[in-house]
């Protein structure tokens, strides 16, 4: 089982950047697809990103793209999301998740997730 523990959230303003990471260990992460969700409070979870093992192939949500990137570092077993041009409506709780095979935007098709880190984006 891999343990996941995301780090890089914190309160900011319209239009800062903040990049959240998420550190693997119990596994290396070169196995896995890994994606980025977020939960707002009241709200259901949320896709952000995905990135494949290799992280040839990546997959955004239309409401990030463009302003949020996915990238991975396989070497340091962690995976990043750099968010830019942060807006109210991405304050929400972001989650890490690991899964097999192709990048996917549903939720119940990720095995393991992270404790999250809350961003919090004030207007």
């Known amino acids: 089982q891999v343990q996941l523990v995301e780090s890089g959230g914190g309160l900011v303003q319209a239009g800062d950047s903040l990049r959240l990471s998420c550190v693997a260990s119990g596994r290396t992460l070169i196995m896995y697809t890994m994606g980025w969700f977020r939960q707002a409070s009241g709200k259901e979870r949320e896709f952000v990103a995905a990135?494949?093992?290799?992280?040839?192939?990546?997959y955004s949500s239309d409401s990030v793209k463009g302003r949020f990137t996915i990238s991975r570092d396989n070497a340091k077993n962690t995976v990043y999301l750099q968010m830019n041009s942060l807006k109210p409506e991405d304050t929400a709780v972001y989650y890490c998740?690991?899964?097999?095979?192709?990048?996917?935007?549903?939720?119940?098709?990720?095995?393991?997730w992270g404790q999250g880190t809350q961003v919090t984006v004030s207007s």
């Open positions: 990135i494949s093992w290799s992280g040839d192939s990546t």
């Open positions: 998740a690991t899964k097999i095979g192709r990048v996917a935007g549903r939720p119940y098709e990720y095995a393991s």
